[in-house]
Antibody, heavy 118, light 105 residues
Framework: EVQLVESGGVVVQPGGSLRLSCAAS????????IHWVRQAPGKGLEWVSI????????YYADSVRGRFTISRDNSENSLYLQMNLLRIEDTACYYC???????????WGQGTLVTVSS | DIQMAQSPSTLSASIGDRVTITCRAS??????LAWYQQKPGKAPKLLIY???TLESGVPSRFSGSGSGTEFTLTVTSLQPDDFATYYC???????FGQGTKVELK
């Protein structure tokens, strides 16, 4: 069974840093690109970032470029999101999601909540 | 950046109704469009990919169509389990539509 489990969400002050993790199991991790998607409370989905299967290519939404860094460790079947210079508007539930061979996000984690507040 | 305009934002419907949700892309995205269903407190679930291909296990009352810049998700006979929020996503630069909440009339 495909599983993605996010962790690391906490309450952090504006300007602070945080690293989210996503542990994958049940599939060949390095066969897939992986995405981060976030959802602010009561709002819609916002795509955040993608990393290619081997980590050689990364892309970011304009709203996080220069502040967030996506990375992966295929030996540990893990994905990360380093979040720096956090803003109140970064408050959201952060999901990791697997990109299937069909150009869609076919498996999602349960999400981890990041709250940026003073 | 490619913007996705999804409509309506809210849709009130009854059991058995046929409902249609539209997504318009700000530029041509070919057929690289997916649809997701999300229920409160849960992660999104993939329904349709590449515009019209049903994900395994998704009921056949769901269908997708379109190409280029205009896409639709149709539910032919709305069931109680279908009341949820639906999102489109384009797979050129990955942006989502704003979502459509399907609620009971």
């Amino acid at each position: 069974e495909v599983q993605l489990v996010e962790s690391g969400g906490v309450v952090v002050q504006p300007g602070g840093s945080l690293r989210l993790s996503c542990a994958a199991s049940g599939f060949t991790f390095d066969d897939h690109s992986i995405h981060w998607v976030r959802q602010a409370p009561g709002k819609g989905l916002e795509w955040v970032s993608i990393i290619s299967w081997d980590g050689s290519k990364t892309y970011y939404a304009d709203s996080v470029r220069g502040r967030f860094t996506i990375s992966r460790d295929n030996s540990e079947n893990s994905l990360y999101l380093q979040m720096n210079l956090l803003r109140i508007e970064d408050t959201a539930c952060y999901y990791c999601a697997r990109e299937g061979s069909e150009y869609a996000l076919d498996s999602w984690g349960q999400g981890t909540l990041v709250t940026v507040s003073s | 950046d490619i913007q996705m305009a999804q409509s309506p934002s809210t849709l009130s419907a009854s059991i058995g109704d046929r409902v249609t949700i539209t997504c318009r892309a700000s530029q041509n995205i070919g057929s690289w469009l997916a649809w997701y269903q999300q229920k409160p407190g849960k992660a999104p679930k993939l329904l349709i990919y590449m515009t019209s291909t049903l994900e395994s296990g998704v009921p056949s009352r769901f269908s997708g169509s379109g190409s280029g810049t205009e896409f639709t998700l149709t539910v032919t006979s709305l069931q109680p389990d279908d009341f949820a929020t639906y999102y489109c996503q384009q797979f050129n630069t990955y942006s989502f539509g704003q979502g459509t909440k399907v609620e009971l009339k």
